[in-house]
């Protein structure tokens, strides 16, 4: 899958607002599913990848698609203290838009991981996924 990328950008007091892109809807994703990590560990690139979990979603619309994704993530963390990143990402559309997801990670280890935000949620404010024409974008703001 080719990467993308993601940076912080200014957003309502109290929140954490993100832009990610990628030449896929899925590089977006997953760039998306970085930032969550990203706001959430201090360091990811220490999360191994102990532990599989697929994902799959359908929703209408992409906005909705990236809002569940995020809250899909967010959730397991809270449910089962998984830190989880994509690995493999695959968008369809046959009516619905449909995500399927292999995520890769490991149990929160206070001994390892060093949490920063409590994320609760992504919310809809300014909430994107589009293709542009330098290929996806997705903007989102987390509830911290």
């Known amino acids: 899958m080719s990467a993308g990328s993601f940076r912080f950008v ?14 896929t809807a899925e590089a977006a994703l997953a760039a998306a599913g970085e ?13 191994e990848a102990r532990e599989t979990r697929r994902l799959r979603l359908a929703e209408t619309e992409a906005d909705l698609l ?19 990143r994509p690995t493999i990402l695959r968008v369809t ?7 399927d997801a292999r995520l890769e990670g490991e149990r929160v280890d ?9 994320v609760k949620a992504a919310t809809a404010h300014g909430l994107v996924l589009r293709e542009t024409p330098d290929g996806w ?7 911290v």
């Open 93 to 99: 559309r046959d009516g619905a838009l449909r995500l």
């Open 137 to 143: 974008e997705a903007r989102a703001t987390l509830d």
């Open 110 to 118: 206070p001994a390892r991981h060093t949490l920063l935000s409590d």
């Open 10 to 23: 200014e957003g309502a007091p109290g929140d954490l607002s993100f832009l990610a892109r990628g030449p």
């Open 35 to 47: 930032a969550l990590l990203a706001a959430t560990l201090e360091d990811p690139a220490a999360l």
């Open 66 to 84: 990236l809002l569940r994704f995020l809250n899909e993530l967010i959730y397991l963390r809270d449910a089962e203290q998984l830190l989880l």
